[in-house]
Structures are given as structure tokens and as C-alpha cells.
């Protein structure tokens, strides 16, 4: 079931707006494009986020990254730029089928 449920641990924040976030990280558990993400808003409410960009170096895109490599994964989705994540922040999801 590992490969269902991805894990990252942000290293840094580096870009929010209203329906993106990027952030690098490192990977704790297997990520896959696709991958939906759940957090709380400042105010507490749900945030839901896609992930639709794995890039493990600037012009390098991939489809999943593992363990323990690092990325720069950017998500969309409304409310992205109220999520409070911050360096050292595990952050975690659902995987899609493969």
C-alpha cells in the first residue's frame, strides 16, 4: 500500500497564488503525477491540491519521484496560497491508479 500514499517533506516553499503552490522537497514515500493532496487553510478550511509537475532539475520533468530524492513539485488548486506549509512540514496524499 506504500505506493498509494505519497509523502514529502517540504524543504522549501517557492511560489503560492491562488491555485498554484511549488515547493521543493524531499520524498518520503513514492509521488506520482496526479497525486491529490489535502491541507487546511489559515482559517481552517480544506484545501485540495493536484499535483500536476515533478521536475527533479530545472528542465528535467518526470512522472514520480522516490524516495529519497528530491523535487520540485507544483500543485494546483483554489485556495493554494492560504496553506500554511513551511520547511521541514510533512505533507502527504493519494496516489492514482496505476
Same mark, same amino acid.
Given at each position: 500500500? %506504500?505506493?498509494?500514499?505519497?509523502?514529502? +517533506?517540504? %524543504? +522549501?516553499? @517557492? *511560489? *503560492? @497564488?491562488?491555485?498554484?503552490?511549488?515547493?521543493?522537497?524531499?520524498?518520503?514515500? =513514492? =509521488?506520482?503525477?496526479?497525486? &491529490?493532496? &489535502?491541507?487546511l487553510s489559515r482559517r481552517g478550511q480544506a484545501v485540495d491540491l493536484t499535483l500536476t509537475e515533478i521536475s527533479r532539475?530545472? +528542465?528535467?520533468?518526470? *512522472? %514520480?519521484? &522516490?524516495?529519497? &530524492?528530491?523535487?520540485?513539485?507544483?500543485? =494546483?488548486?483554489?485556495?493554494? +496560497? @492560504?496553506?500554511?506549509?513551511?520547511?521541514?512540514?510533512?505533507?502527504?496524499?493519494?496516489?492514482?491508479?496505476?
Amino acid at each position: 500500500m %506504500e505506493g498509494l500514499h505519497p509523502a514529502v +517533506q517540504i %524543504e +522549501q516553499v @517557492d *511560489t *503560492t @497564488d491562488a491555485d498554484l503552490l511549488a515547493v521543493i522537497v524531499r520524498c518520503l514515500a =513514492t =509521488t506520482r503525477l496526479g497525486a &491529490h493532496f &489535502h491541507g487546511l487553510s489559515r482559517r481552517g478550511q480544506a484545501v485540495d491540491l493536484t499535483l500536476t509537475e515533478i521536475s527533479r532539475y530545472p +528542465q528535467v520533468r518526470v *512522472t %514520480e519521484v &522516490h524516495p529519497p &530524492h528530491g523535487a520540485r513539485l507544483v500543485f =494546483t488548486g483554489a485556495g493554494a +496560497q @492560504d496553506l500554511q506549509l513551511k520547511a521541514g512540514d510533512i505533507f502527504r496524499g493519494i496516489n492514482p491508479p496505476t
